[in-house]
């Protein structure tokens, strides 16, 4: 007899325990009569596979238990110790190139396996850095990737969020405060006063020498007086021509003063405009900086940070009218996991691999690897300031998210996606992570890709798929072999054997509880392990198809619970594998006609 460990007794057990023995003072009389009927009623089911005969069937008596309540789950797949040795060695492995190619045949439940281990050791692993993207503020207009302190990423681009949110406040009323209109206006006064000072000693003179100087819509005029009014032409042209010589040269010499006193005047405005722009500088420069030395606090001493808010900090002093464009109660509200406004979105912190709160490295399971799935994409809007558009998110994708982890991939979506496999070996090849779209992002128009630094790349890759996508996947992409150094092969079936079968029925009690199913009698599990048998073809081995055998079990706890029984029994259990088989028979009918 097969010995299992047993587990402590609870209600839900001792009630299976009361359903399953016959003699207990709480057995139902109509649960073993209806077993026996079907038994006597119904023939031997048959499976789905082919119709097999076996030879040695289970005896449930040998099973050593009542029902899988008694029986504690195995801490190992079934079967499948070559294919968990592989697998170990890849994940132990830190070498570059040993990726996995995973063989899984059809409902063998490897995928499940296969992550499990993944987040055993990811579990043990230490934590990767965060990774954003921030704006250079350079000619090129690209983005630089900063390497943050893990679990910082998310907190870093919510500060600087706050700190435009901080300044969309204290800007407007800085440059709306006395002080600052004091300093304005003594600065516009004294260019004005300048200017004026000029004209008045150029009139004085003018007047000295019988010549008024006039202002008018298209500039200064000058004109001869007689007897202190201004001679109109046909008066002064009366007056001998000596004298209208001698005040045609007077003129022409005022004129040429003028004319240098306006030559100045471009240069007294540009330094009037340099002295206001300091003067803004110097207002906004002193808010913009306590800004953001209080977003930038807790990352001082992390590298690229400090020039990045240095850069930030002279652009957002410049820009300072940005804010005072800002009316009501309109903010900035660039935080974290808002569109934004584009008028800002340069200063956004784009989070590519942020760890959030788990511990351990990141596992990752990407099913549609798409190029953006995996390489991340750029979201546009107009930039309404003379560009064409303005980026206003940087999504990671799944390298991103896995980096300094694990990924998941299917090798059949690869096959379907030439351009994406060749961008994934790429990255591969050079060990980071480069934005390199095969067509322009939605939104871009006739602007050009923004340029984002590449972010170094350390992942453990996993390729799930059938021995033959795996074959044409190496066919197709032979330089896969460098980098998947590690081939771990599932078996779909295993030898029979009482070690096997004990293994098997401890399966089948995890199947159970994971779930959350009504206990099953020995008798049902010895059938289940006979249909394993069967659908491995009766020639001494079990099949590991377990997703057939996990169905079985769900249909079977359907049809107990209709019949108000507490534990799943044989009958249940044939009445499963009968219902199947007559659906897929009657599919196969309607197929074929």
């Known amino acids: 007899m097969l010995f299992f460990k047993r587990a402590k007794q609870d209600k839900q057990k001792a009630k299976a325990d009361a359903a399953a023995t016959p003699d207990a003072a709480t057995t139902e009389p109509e649960t ?18 082919a ?20 029986v504690e789950p195995p801490q190992e797949p079934v079967g499948q110790a ?20 995973v063989t899984e ?19 043990k692993d230490e934590r990767p850095p965060d990774w954003v993207y921030v704006h250079a503020f350079d000619v090129g207009g690209g983005y630089r990737a900063l390497k943050l302190p893990a679990w910082t990423g998310k907190s870093f681009a919510e500060a600087i969020a706050l700190a435009l949110d901080r300044l969309a406040d204290a ?35 003018a007047e000295a020498q019988n010549i008024a100087l006039l202002r008018t819509p298209a500039g200064i005029a000058v004109a001869p007086i007689l007897e202190g009014k201004v001679v109109k032409p046909d008066v002064f042209n009366s007056v001998p021509e000596s004298l209208r010589q001698e005040v045609r040269t007077k003129i022409a010499a005022l004129e040429a003063e003028i004319e240098a006193l306006l030559a100045e005047r471009p240069e007294a405005e540009q330094a009037r405009r340099e002295r206001i722009m300091a003067l803004n500088e110097q207002v906004a420069g002193r808010h913009v900086r306590a800004a953001l030395e209080d977003a930038g606090r807790e990352h001082s001493d992390t590298n690229g940070v400090e020039s990045y808010l240095k850069a930030a900090g002279r652009d957002l002093t410049r820009n300072a009218g940005l804010f005072l464009a800002l009316t009501g109660q309109e903010r900035v509200r660039i935080a974290v996991g808002t569109i934004g406004d584009a008028r800002f979105a340069r200063y956004r912190v784009h989070p590519m691999a942020t760890t959030g709160s788990a511990r351990g490295a990141p596992v990752v399971e990407e099913r549609n690897p798409t190029y953006a799935n995996l390489f991340g994409r750029i979201e546009f809007a107009p930039a309404g300031d003379g560009r064409a558009v303005e980026v206003m998110r940087i999504r990671p994708g799944a390298l991103h998210r896995a980096n300094g982890g694990y990924l998941m991939l299917d090798a059949d979506a690869l096959l379907a996606a030439p351009e994406v496999t060749e961008a994934l070996v790429r990255a591969l090849d050079a060990g980071e992570i480069r934005f390199d779209p095969p067509v322009p992002p939605v939104g871009l128009g006739d602007a050009s890709v923004p340029d984002l630094e ?64 009504k206990p099953v009698d020995a008798s049902g599990v010895a059938l289940l392990i006979d249909e394993a048998s069967c659908k491995a073809g009766g020639n001494g081995k079990l099949s590991l198809e377990f997703s057939h055998i996990i169905d079985l079990c769900r249909e079977a706890d359907h049809w107990a619970g209709g019949e108000g029984r507490l534990v799943t029994s044989k009958a249940d259990i044939e009445r499963a594998i009968r219902e199947r088989n007559e659906r897929i028979a009657s599919g196969e009918m309607r197929s074929a006609s």
């Not at 073993?32 to 596979?49: C, F, M, W, Y």
């Not at 045949?105 to 990811?122: N, W």
Request: proline share 6%; hydrophobic share 40%.
């Open 171 to 205: 800007l407007p009323a800085a440059f709306a405060a006395d002080d600052y209109e004091l300093k304005r206006r003594t600065i516009e006064e004294e260019f004005r006063l300048g200017r004026e000072d000029a004209l008045e000693t150029l009139r004085r003179e």
């Open 454 to 517: 590449p972010i170094p790349l350390s992942i453990k890759l996993a390729v799930l798929g059938d021995s033959e996508t795996q074959s044409k996947l190496a066919k197709q992409w032979p330089q896969l072999k460098r980098h998947f150094k590690v081939e771990v092969v599932f078996d779909d079936t295993v030898e029979r054997s009482d070690e096997a079968i004990s293994a098997y029925a401890r399966l089948i009690a995890g199947i159970i509880s994971k779930n959350e199913l």
């Open 32 to 49: 073993a009569s209806s077993a026996e009927g079907a038994k006597e009623a119904s023939p031997p089911p048959k499976t789905n596979g």
């Open 105 to 123: 045949p059809e409902g063998t439940l490897c995928r499940q396996i296969v992550r499990a281990r993944l987040e055993e050791v990811a579990r």
């Open 82 to 101: 070559k294919a968990l040795k592989s697998l170990a060695f890849g994940l132990s492995m830190r070498g570059p190139g040993y990726n996995i190619l």
């Open 51 to 70: 119709e097999v005969e076996l030879q040695h069937k289970v005896d449930p008596d040998s099973l050593g238990f009542k029902t899988t309540a008694d």
